[in-house]
């Protein structure tokens, strides 16, 4: 089945391929049969099909034509000619497969060879191709109507293009040689030009090919493609002539002297030399080419030991994949290298030989990746969509080495290159970065001893399960029944004994390891066996239907146990969601493929978007249940495995590959259009989950570090609620819980080996993923939350699941934002059930919240209130009365309660005197507890709540002053004096300042600090209050600010106006001006001229040059306050003598004093 191959050697552009350059020893002996003219144009409605050309196509598809030469001694020239004409490949897909990638008519299937055979050699389905002769011609063709919008620049699409408007001219077949020449039409930018084509081709395919548009890629070129379907498609109008050596033969000697000189004389600067050289090394008698027997036909086919495939250029597609590579893995590169991997895929179900020789040049190349020793060197990963083209790379060796039908020297081949890139040191392993604990790729059963400790596992590389399949054979006779027969069953005399090869129907199973037998589904698949992989993978369904019914009938057995202790282990050591052989997926594609419905007159190309698949029931060949079909199949298998209880695995790519399998699996079966044979498959696997105890995902009892189920319950939700409400909140609410963040394990619980060591340093074992599981948990309660709008039951056991299994404040907040978007809708009255769900939410986030860190937490508390106001007068009280269990004092003033008493909320909820009364009796007493609790934050928004109710007011002024000497900050008792001035209180304003001054320190250098306006304010509303406040405040003032320029600011203040212009009721203001000799002023000038001295001697110990000039006009401003006093100008002169004296060393700063003050 699979064929031999090895490397072609290069050949120069335009010339012909030594490999099919062959000795043509005799002339065949020539018979009756029409001429070397064109076939019979009217061949192809001629019927039935001669036996000569049935004979000629089963040679030429099968034998090498030297082997038919000698194998006959003498072959009429007719079947010569037929042999020829069939030997060119038939089939357009063919073409398409080698000029475009992902190309594949829709609806049409690989041939499916009954496995008893010895296998078909070749590439897949072959179907006549035109005809001369008497042949009956059926040509299998590329549809291009409908097809033409996407992929138009592809070669085979332009091929067509040139085809179709007569670009194809000259075209003649020598032999297994193909000419003629094609022409490009002028662009805007291009002129017309004529290409050359050759090619050669060998048993149905072609084995070379060279144009003279030097194209180099991994695909033909348009050109080619366009000559090869001319072929295919016009073969009556393609001249057809035996080997060139047959003609030769029957010339004399003077004809062939002809011919040569002829020849030399059109390309004599061509051939010339190369004639010369030949005919000198031919008239030596001891020359080599006289040691040869006949000579060398580019036209004659390859011989015996030619290998047959099709071909591929292999530099190029070495070239390609370093390139992708080396762009890093971004999009375009990982989408093209996903691409060649799905041509290796194509080839394979051809049974293409070139499947398993590109892979092995891809895999070569990935192994030259310069990235893998980096990586390894500085120990880091490689990145997720570089993980995930190896995991491909390997899944699709697997898929190589299993084909069934390969030679065992193959096997041993690939064996050997795998163990190679197996061993070497920056080979990827499977899991990424740890290893393995997986079972072995060959254990049909799980085996106890697998639970050793990691560091004495083998090491296992992405290529590790190919090496495994090498061990794998196909020549078990129950093997063998069960993938060639639709009908293979126990004698009925057998069925009530127990069996391990059939069920108790009498229907086959396959007791193999589930990923492995799977992995045998998808290498019969891949290789093109599509009714074999099917009928295999009846057996596994049929096999693990019978193994789900028997471990329900053990959980019958220790049911009340197992929910007395409520904790489970398990006995499955690998899922198979996630697994490197994706077997789930498998089975679900080989049998939903058969059920699907497609359109025959498109081909899928790979480029645009896809069409959502439409599949229809296919009844199962040889199954006695009339209503089961490959889609129920399909439904029921992906649901038992996504079903299936499973540990989390170890190590970050193999979670993030847990999830993004479960993921892709869910697409794909929400890609199913449910009719009601679906739903019953739906809802009685469903049941089966939730019954299967310890063996389900979705049983009563599960693992504490089990895989959790949110994402595949959402699907089962949201696909049974139109069918059965009631088993679709049962699988949801069953799904809900993530017990590994609960905060113990039970005592009974057996730890998983692998997890032991990471559940002692930490509460948690390492899920790295586990922020997106507990997302998928959200949205899971989110949709059951929308679903239930309006059922107040439904509603109250969603809410309740939510509260006891959600652990993360932001999620819970997350569904209380969405309950409050759905139950709020724009056009239409709010949904209050839904309402209050919301508003308990939010409740339970401010609750769980209050005592931790969440940068969210002013937004939360704000939808909190806009969410109690939607529900009502109730809620917002509620929420006031019982604040410190949901608040801090800040948060309950600032915002809570100052947002329930806003105009906007009065108007909102459309209240009554009595109630607003109600509810503002609530925020004044919420204001004066938080005041009482934290007066420092609290104190001014509990003033503002209480401004209106004058007892609360006086409260709330009382525990501010009781509060003011010991925890009040100064800044704090400034902002509440301005506040109580503000509101009409310049008394208790003085009072507030006062204390608040004797909080406050202001050092001689701190001449831009912040409190320095509210110092100002404060002596500014002293001075307006009366001489007696502003003696009252001037001590203060002295005591607390040392900053010479402050202190001359405020006594400049205080000298140009008289004190007392507030008008206090009941004083009187005499309007004088305040005299700087006397009281309490006096005092504010001796402490200023004080601060001025102190401040000159500490700037001049460290004073620079650049400082000089600044300092001179300080001094200057120091002049205009020693001047304040009677003998000021004295005591400044003795202040400048004094620095002259001390200060003496500075020269040029004492210049400086001297010229400007004497």
Not at 389 to 395: S, T, V
Not at 430 to 436: A, H, P, T, V
Not at 940 to 954: G, Y
Not at 1086 to 1096: G, K, L, M, R
């Amino acid at each position: 089945m699979a064929e031999g191959r090895r490397e072609l050697p290069p050949h120069p552009l335009l010339s012909l391929p030594p490999a099919s350059k062959r000795p043509c020893l005799r002339p065949a002996p020539r018979g009756p049969g029409p001429g070397p003219g064109h076939g019979l144009i009217n061949s192809r409605y001629r019927s039935p099909e001669s036996l000569l050309d049935c004979a000629a196509k089963a040679v030429a598809e099968k034998w090498a034509f030297e082997r038919v030469e000698e194998r006959f001694e003498r072959i009429p020239e007719p079947v010569q000619r037929r042999i020829v004409y069939w030997s060119f490949p038939r089939n357009e897909k063919e073409i398409c497969m080698y000029s475009s990638f992902q190309c594949r008519v829709a609806g049409e299937e690989a041939p499916s060879t009954a496995t008893s055979g010895s296998g078909a050699t070749g590439s897949g389905p072959t179907t006549n191709a035109g005809g001369g002769g008497t042949a009956t011609v059926t040509t299998t063709t590329v549809g291009t109507t409908g097809a033409m919008g996407t992929g138009d620049a592809l070669p085979f699409r332009r091929g067509i293009r040139l085809l179709e408007t007569g670009c194809v001219e000259n075209v003649l077949q020598v032999g297994f040689h193909l000419s003629g020449t094609v022409t490009e039409p002028a662009s805007s930018s291009e002129p017309e030009i004529t290409h050359k084509v050759a090619i050669s081709f060998d048993r149905c395919k072609i084995t070379s090919v060279t144009c003279g548009c030097g194209n180099r890629d991994i695909f033909y070129c348009a050109h080619v493609v366009a000559l090869s379907l001319y072929r295919i498609r016009k073969p009556e109008q393609v001249k057809l002539r035996l080997p060139i050596s047959e003609t030769l033969f029957q010339m004399n000697r003077d004809q062939l002297q002809k011919l040569v000189q002829y020849l030399i004389t059109a390309h004599h600067t061509e051939v010339l030399p190369t004639a010369q050289k030949l005919a000198d090394e031919i008239l030596s008698s001891n020359s080599e080419i006289n040691q040869v027997h006949g000579a060398p036909d580019p036209t004659a086919g390859a011989s015996i030991d030619d290998d047959n495939c099709w071909h591929l250029d292999e530099d190029q597609v070495r070239e390609q994949v370093k390139q992708f590579l080396s762009q890093g893995g971004y999009y375009g590169s990982g989408k093209q290298l996903n691409s060649m991997f799905a041509k290796v895929r194509e080839m394979l179900r051809m049974r293409d030989s070139n499947g398993a020789r590109m892979l092995t040049l891809i895999t070569e190349q990935f192994m030259a990746d310069p990235r893998l020793s980096l990586w390894r060197q500085q120990g880091t990963g490689m990145t997720d969509k570089c993980r995930q083209l190896w995991d491909e790379l390997g899944a699709l060796w697997v898929c190589v080495v299993l084909n069934p039908h390969c030679k065992s020297e193959e096997k041993n081949s690939w064996l050997k290159q795998l163990k190679k890139w197996s061993d070497m040191d920056v080979c990827p392993l499977e899991d990424g970065n740890y290893g393995s604990e997986l079972p072995n790729i060959t254990n049909a059963l799980p085996q106890s001893n697998l639970a050793q400790d990691s560091l004495s596992r083998p090491r296992r590389t992405v290529f590790s399960r190919a090496v495994e399949a090498c061990n794998l054979h196909w020549q078990g006779s129950h093997l063998q029944r069960i993938i060639s027969s639709d009908y293979y069953m126990s004698p009925s005399y057998q069925r009530d004994e127990e069996s391990l090869l059939f069920n108790p129907q009498g229907l086959p199973l396959w007791l193999d390891h589930v990923p492995t037998a799977c992995a045998r589904v998808d290498a019969l698949r891949s290789h093109g066996y599509s009714r074999e992989a099917l009928r295999l993978a009846v057996a596994i369904i049929n096999t693990l239907r019978l193994l789900q019914q028997r471990e329900m009938d053990i959980y019958k057995h220790q049911k009340k146990e197992l929910l007395q202790r409520g904790v489970t282990t398990t006995t499955n050591l690998e899922g198979w969601v996630g697994h490197p052989l994706d077997p789930i997926g498998c089975l679900f594609t080989t049998l939903t493929e058969t059920c699907r419905v497609d359109d025959d007159s498109t081909m899928d190309t790979g480029e645009g978007e896809p069409r959502r698949p439409v599949y229809h029931h296919v009844p199962v060949w040889g199954s006695h249940d009339g209503g089961e079909s490959y889609l129920t199949l399909a439904l029921e298998v992906t649901l038992m495995g996504m079903g299936q209880q499973r540990i989390m695995p170890e190590g970050l790519y193999a979670q993030d590959k847990v999830c993004r399998n479960e993921e892709q699996i869910v697409a794909k079966l929400q890609e199913l259009e449910l009719d009601d044979v679906l739903v019953q498959t739906l809802q009685k696997q469903a049941i089966q989950l939730l019954e299967a105890g310890p063996f389900s995902g979705l049983g009563e009892v599960i693992h504490r570090e089990s895989v959790p189920m949110h994402t595949f319950a959402k699907y089962l939700f949201s696909a049974l609620l139109p069918h059965d409400a009631d088993l679709a909140y049962k699988v949801a609410l069953r799904a809900m819980r993530l017990p590994v963040l609960e905060s113990s394990a039970g005592s009974g619980d057996v730890g998983h080996p692998h997890h032991g060591i990471s559940i002692v340093p930490s509460r948690y074992p390492r899920w790295f993923t586990l922020g997106h599981l507990e997302s998928q948990q959200c949205e899971l309660a989110s949709t059951m939350l929308t679903a239930a709008k309006g059922d107040m039951l439904r509603l109250r056991t969603v809410l309740e699941a939510i509260q006891k299994n959600i652990h993360s404040s932001s999620l819970i907040f997350k569904l209380a934002q969405d309950a409050f978007k759905i139950a709020t809708p724009a056009d239409s009255p709010p949904d209050i059930t839904l309402l209050n769900v919301a508003l308990e939410l939010g409740l339970q986030v401010m609750r769980m919240t209050l005592s931790t860190l969440n940068w969210r937490r002013r937004e939360m508390v704000r939808w909190l209130v806009t969410c109690a106001t939607e529900v009502g007068l109730r809620a917002l009280v509620s929420i006031l009365q019982s604040w410190y269990t949901l608040f801090t004092p800040t948060e309950a003033t600032s915002i809570v309660a100052a947002t329930v008493m806003s105009h906007n909320t009065i108007l909102r909820l459309s209240l009554d005197y009595p109630q607003r009364e109600e509810l503002a009796s609530c925020a004044r007493t919420l204001a004066l507890q938080c005041a009482m609790k934290d007066p420092q934050n609290c104190a001014l928004s509990a003033l503002t709540l209480c401004e209106k109710d004058h007892i609360a007011f006086e409260t709330a002024y009382q525990i501010v002053i009781d509060a003011a000497s010991t925890g009040m900050t100064y800044s704090q008792l400034f902002t509440i004096a301005r506040y109580m001035e503000h509101r009409g209180y310049p008394l208790r304003s003085f009072k507030l300042a006062s204390l608040a001054m004797t909080h406050l320190n202001l050092a001689y250098n701190q001449d831009t600090h912040p409190a320095i306006n509210d110092v100002l304010w404060a002596c500014a509303l002293s001075h307006s209050l009366g001489k007696n406040e502003l003696a009252a405040i001037i001590p203060l003032v002295v005591k607390s600010v040392h900053c010479a320029t402050v202190l001359s600011d405020i006594l400049r203040r205080c000298t140009m106006t008289a004190p007392g212009l507030a008008g206090i009721p009941g004083r009187r203001n005499s309007g004088k001006l305040m005299s700087t000799d006397k009281a309490p002023l006096r005092q504010l000038l001796d402490a200023t001229i004080s601060a001025y001295i102190n401040t000159t001697h500490s700037r001049l110990t460290h004073i620079s040059p650049r400082h000089y000039g600044e300092f001179i006009e300080f001094l200057s401003k120091a002049r205009e306050t020693f001047l304040l006093a009677q003998d000021g100008h004295i005591q400044f002169a003795q202040f400048i003598d004094n620095l002259k004296q001390i200060y003496k060393g500075k020269k040029k700063l004492m210049m400086l004093v001297r010229e400007r003050f004497g």
